[in-house]
């Protein structure tokens, strides 16, 4: 017969498995769903730079460079080539109107004047041959008319004696037909020496005045070629300083080549290189201020140059009213650029965290103080100090504005402290 074993009492080996997969499934459940996941990052504190979000009124320029120009600048070209012989002016001495700068030597231009001098003189004797011959003819015709007028006379009177006789029958009809004749022919002769004094005197006078229009040509040509040789005396053509001069004694020019330039000192303008980022917000008439030793001065955009180099493009600001005392040409100033009017807003300053977050987000500390987590903003415009903050942040928070190069994309950072 069988005999009954009695139930072990207490905990026993199987049960431990099952006490184990327990504890592991209340682990994992507390862990999705009371643990912190985010990921961390200890940083120490006082190694941050740490700033207050502040609500004021936000300037909108931007601090650029500037360098003093003369207002403007008179190129001194060659207006004919030649051979450099004296130079009377050195560069940086001030120059009046009409100065020469210096003297240029050019052979050719010589014998062009000599050229045109002589043809200038055969153009004059033909011209005065011209004259003689037709005041020749005008007298020979002139002497030719008063002998067909005495003639005709002559004739006149044969021809009305001839009349009274040929009723008389004192003369034959034929030499009444022939003193007829001989007066017709002589008046015919008159009217032609007439018309041929009118032809020649017309043909003799477009002559002459060709002649007159073809010697006042020469003289101009000869006045140009003299004006040539006058323009190898380089002058000042306004007042100024004389601030470049490229050429050397002994050196050839040649012409249209650039010898110089002469600053106008009469004001100055200040030119800047602003970022490729404004050019769509910078325009003329837009103000600027210029500090020196504590004193501004009022600018004006006078020009923007639509070309864009290096990232970069020119504009020139001119002074309204007054400019600093001893400017110079060539020295340099940073002014301050107004883009638009002044607005209050929530404002960030300045940091390298810009550079990893391109103004997207932010570490923002936690009342306590203790760490800072990232948020999303949203970022405006700027200015050399501050950045304008559209979204995202409250006035009174602190941020971290140092650079994030070494956080990663750790969302929380937690302090601890220096050692």
Do not use: C
Not at 208 to 222: D, F, H, I, P, S
Not at 259 to 277: C, P, R, W
Not at 363 to 378: F, G, M, Q, W
Request: charged fraction near 30%.
């Amino acid at each position: 017969m069988d005999k009954a074993i009695p139930k072990k009492k207490g905990l026993q080996k199987k049960h431990i498995g099952y006490i184990i997969f327990g504890i592991v499934v209340i682990v994992l459940f507390y862990m999705a769903f009371f643990t912190d996941r985010t990921s961390t990052y200890k940083v120490e504190k006082d190694k941050l730079i740490i700033e207050t979000i502040i609500e004021d009124q936000f300037n909108d320029y931007i601090t650029v460079p500037g360098t003093v120009e003369p207002i403007s600048i008179i190129l001194l070209d060659a207006q004919e080539g030649g051979r450099v012989e004296e130079i009377l002016i050195e560069e940086g001495s001030m120059v009046r109107k009409g100065d020469i700068i210096l003297r240029l030597s050019n052979p050719d231009l010589y014998l062009n004047i000599l050229d045109s001098e002589a043809q200038l003189a055969e153009k004059e004797n033909f011209l005065r041959n011209t004259q003689v011959t037709m005041e020749q003819e005008r007298i020979s015709i002139k002497r030719e008319l008063i002998t067909l007028r005495y003639d005709i006379e002559r004739k006149e009177r044969v021809y009305q004696q001839n009349s009274v006789l040929i009723k008389d029958n004192l003369i034959s009809k034929e030499e009444f037909i022939r003193s007829k004749e001989d007066l017709d022919m002589a008046r015919s002769s008159r009217d032609l020496f007439i018309e041929r004094q009118k032809q020649d005197s017309i043909f003799r006078s477009v002559q002459v005045e060709t002649l007159k229009a073809n010697l006042e040509n020469m003289k101009r040509n000869l006045g140009l070629v003299r004006q040539r040789v006058e323009n190898l005396n380089v002058r000042a053509t306004v007042d100024g300083q004389l601030g470049l001069l490229v050429p050397e004694i002994g050196q050839s020019i040649s012409r249209g080549a650039n010898m110089g330039q002469i600053n106008v000192l009469t004001s100055y303008k200040v030119t800047a290189q602003i970022d490729e980022h404004y050019i769509d917000r910078v325009r003329t008439q837009l103000t600027a201020t210029l500090d020196r030793q504590g004193t501004e001065f009022n600018l004006v955009v006078k020009r923007v140059y639509p070309e864009v180099r290096n990232g970069t493009f020119e504009i020139d600001m001119v002074f309204r009213d007054s400019m600093p005392d001893n400017i110079r040409t060539g020295q340099t100033y940073y002014t301050s650029l107004q883009l638009g009017q002044p607005k209050v807003s929530l404002m960030v300053p300045i940091g390298g965290f810009f550079q990893e977050t391109g103004g997207q987000w932010i570490y923002v500390l936690d009342p306590t103080e203790s760490y800072a987590t990232k948020r999303n903003i949203s970022i405006g415009r700027k200015n050399p100090k501050y950045y304008e903050v559209l979204t995202g942040l409250q006035t009174g928070e602190k941020v971290i504005v140092s650079g994030y190069e070494t956080f990663g994309k750790n969302e929380k950072l937690i302090f601890k402290k220096s050692k």
